[in-house]
């Protein structure tokens, strides 16, 4: 039988040792999921921050690309994770907002398998045109799109894409008649655009940056609450007429549910901090994204909202994957 001594000794370290082990976090590297192929816009993003992110941390945040199923695959891996910290998801619109809609079973539950670490960044939408199209704002676009004959024809990187989403959205609040051309990726549907197959498109900032400077697309308007660095020539869909018109394709990253608070705060700080460092400003602007810094709570909230606004249109439009 211990001493009270004994006794008095080894409480004494196990309250010590409780926070020690918390502070303790990380002591080996980080996997970092991305959903996507290697080398596109979402894992460009997680490989800048994760650079950021090694330095506060002290260990390493290797990048485990899983693309595939619209994010679902690298979500589901990300989900079943042991939930300590050690294993982050970049999650994005599709993965937290649309999939949960398009996909019966998408593999994972988005409201309670994630605990929410914080945003990253999105890419506002742009509503673009072939130059040939006699619209320079939103008001002669629309006029334009009334005398079509036929349901105007729109592209997309694909179905169920933020782009065709949001494409819905303007369909439903401007009450133009429009039949969705979806693509493999967002590079054929803006060449199309440009060639004059289909006539407009909703186009991400980075994937039409350079074919707007060039004239080989028109912008009518972005669709974000105020104009976009660097886009700041291009009037916002709000101030057009289209109150409350925004859609963006955002980036946030999560960890298993029920990974510790302390683990979460820790990777938490090294994510905004990682955000407005000289490195990660500078390529965030190279791809016109917009960085959207944000406390666990800040991105639940954001999350939820717009997996009701998405949820919505998807909803009312029958849009289906599975």
Known sequence: MKTFKQLRRAIVLSAIALPLTALAFPDQSIEWVVPY???GGSDVVARTIASEMTKTLGQPMVINNKPGAGTNIGAAYAAKAKPDG???LTADTATLAANPFLYSKPGYNAETDFAPIGLMARFPMILVVNPQVPAK???EFLAWAKTQPNAVAYGTPGAGSPHHLATELFSDVTGIKMTHVPYKGAAPAVQDVMGGQVPFMFVDTASGAAYISSGKLKAIG????????NFDTIPTLDEQGLKGFEAYAWQGMVAPAKTPATAIQTLNKALVKAIDTTAVKERFQTLGLEAIPSTPQEMAAYAKAEREKWG?????????LD
């Open 37 to 39: 192929a290697a080398g």
């Open 86 to 88: 050690y294993v982050v």
């Open 137 to 139: 704002d939103l008001k």
């Open 222 to 229: 972005i669709a974000s609450k105020k104009r976009v660095q």
């Open 312 to 320: 919505k249109v998807i909803q009312s439009k029958g849009i289906k």
